[in-house]
C-alpha cells in the first residue's frame, strides 16, 4: 500500500507542477477592461505583460527597464512614470 500511495502523491506533485509551469509561461496577457495604454522601459526582469524584440511571451525580459518591454496601465499613466514611454 505504501508503494501505491507514493505512486499517487508523486503523480499529483507532477500535475501541481505542470500546472504551475504553464501558468507561468503564459501568452500575451488579456487587455484589461479599463481604459490603457502600454508602458515600455519601467518593468522589471521577467514582469513584461507581451512579447518583446527578443522573447515571444509575457513575463521573460531579460533585464530591468529593457527598452521594448511593456506593461497594460491607466491610460495617462505612463507620462507620470520616470523613463515610461507609450507604445503603440
Not at 505512486?7 to 501541481?16: I, Y
Not at 500575451?28 to 519601467?42: D, H, L, N, Q
Not at 518593468?43 to 505583460?49: L, Q, V, Y
Amino acid at each position: 500500500m505504501k508503494t501505491s500511495s507514493a505512486l499517487l502523491g508523486s503523480a499529483f506533485a507532477a500535475a501541481l507542477s505542470l500546472a504551475a509551469l504553464g501558468a507561468a509561461q503564459a501568452g500575451p496577457a488579456e487587455k484589461p477592461s479599463f481604459k490603457f495604454e502600454k508602458c515600455g522601459g519601467v518593468i522589471k526582469a521577467g514582469m513584461n505583460d507581451c512579447q518583446t524584440a527578443t522573447s515571444s511571451c509575457a513575463g521573460t525580459s531579460k533585464k530591468d527597464n529593457q527598452a521594448d518591454a511593456w506593461i497594460y496601465v491607466p491610460a495617462g499613466t505612463c507620462a507620470k512614470i520616470n523613463g515610461g514611454a507609450v507604445k503603440t
